[in-house]
């Protein structure tokens, strides 16, 4: 599918004549961390034009749920906040060695703002939602354009961490997260262009049809 939705991008971006680009993305749905989760995306097909330009964008989506607990005998108010690490790889080799420096790549963090636990009480709250995206747009184009096309993968994974302000630490903190990731990359291009008869092709053309008709008639006239 992904396949025919850029070879469709490409032919429209060619009948266009005007801005040539096709994009492609693919999204996995959050699910219980830590995630291991990937998605395909196409090489340009460098038989279709030229490539001038690659930008990736990486995103990340998340929901933190926060169970706090206060074991004390008195009243306390405290913050729990989260954040979620997300970390990028490749299958294609020049890809990895970029999303490698990204250590993580994403962070996205979510609060609870101030919370005020009665003694001995507790409280559940969220999922509270997060997102983050990051754009690579200084990427090498030549490292995307193979001739007929091909695919790559991108792989993400994640951690977590968890703080807690207040509580003098007779509050405990719970913490619940889901994420999913996806990628989207974007190609400039040129086109090549469609071959066009050139006017005199198109005169010793018209010429050879006139004479075919002539022929035609002069047959017809005869019987």
């Given at each position: 599918?992904?396949k025919t939705v850029?070879?469709?991008?490409?032919?429209a971006?060619?009948?266009a004549?005007?801005?040539?680009?096709?994009?492609l993305?693919f999204?996995?749905?959050?699910s219980?961390t830590p995630?291991?989760?990937?998605?395909i995306?196409?090489l340009?097909?460098a038989?279709i034009?030229?490539?001038?330009?690659?930008?990736?964008?990486?995103s990340?989506?998340?929901n933190?749920t926060?169970?706090?607990n206060?074991t004390?005998?008195?009243?306390?108010t405290?913050?729990?906040s989260?954040?979620?690490?997300?970390y990028?790889?490749?299958?294609?080799?020049?890809?990895?060695?970029?999303?490698d420096?990204?250590?993580?790549?994403?962070?996205?963090?979510?609060?609870?703002?101030?919370?005020?636990?009665?003694?001995?009480?507790?409280?559940r709250?969220?999922p509270?939602?997060?997102?983050a995206t990051?754009?690579?747009d200084?990427?090498?184009?030549?490292?995307?354009?193979q001739?007929g096309?091909?695919n790559?993968?991108?792989?993400?994974e994640n951690?977590?961490?968890r703080?807690l302000?207040g509580?003098?630490?007779?509050?405990?903190?719970g913490?619940v997260?889901?994420?999913g990731?996806?990628?989207?990359?974007?190609y400039?291009y040129?086109?090549?262009?469609?071959?066009?008869?050139?006017?005199?092709?198109?005169?010793?053309l018209?010429?050879g049809?006139?004479g075919?008709?002539?022929?035609?008639?002069?047959?017809?006239r005869g019987?």
């Amino acid at each position: 599918m992904i396949k025919t939705v850029l070879a469709l991008a490409l032919a429209a971006g060619m009948a266009a004549g005007s801005a040539h680009g096709a994009s492609l993305s693919f999204s996995n749905a959050n699910s219980l961390t830590p995630i291991s989760q990937d998605g395909i995306l196409d090489l340009f097909d460098a038989n279709i034009g030229t490539l001038h330009k690659v930008r990736l964008t990486l995103s990340g989506t998340g929901n933190s749920t926060f169970v706090l607990n206060n074991t004390s005998g008195s009243g306390q108010t405290v913050t729990a906040s989260s954040v979620i690490l997300m970390y990028f790889s490749s299958s294609l080799p020049s890809l990895n060695t970029t999303l490698d420096v990204l250590m993580p790549a994403l962070q996205m963090q979510a609060s609870t703002g101030p919370v005020s636990l009665d003694a001995g009480m507790g409280a559940r709250i969220g999922p509270v939602i997060s997102s983050a995206t990051l754009t690579l747009d200084t990427l090498t184009p030549g490292l995307f354009a193979q001739a007929g096309g091909g695919n790559f993968t991108i792989y993400c994974e994640n951690s977590d961490d968890r703080q807690l302000a207040g509580g003098n630490s007779t509050v405990t903190l719970g913490l619940v997260t889901q994420a999913g990731c996806g990628a989207t990359v974007e190609y400039d291009y040129t086109p090549r262009a469609s071959p066009i008869p050139e006017p005199t092709s198109m005169a010793l053309l018209g010429l050879g049809m006139a004479g075919l008709l002539a022929t035609v008639r002069r047959r017809k006239r005869g019987g």
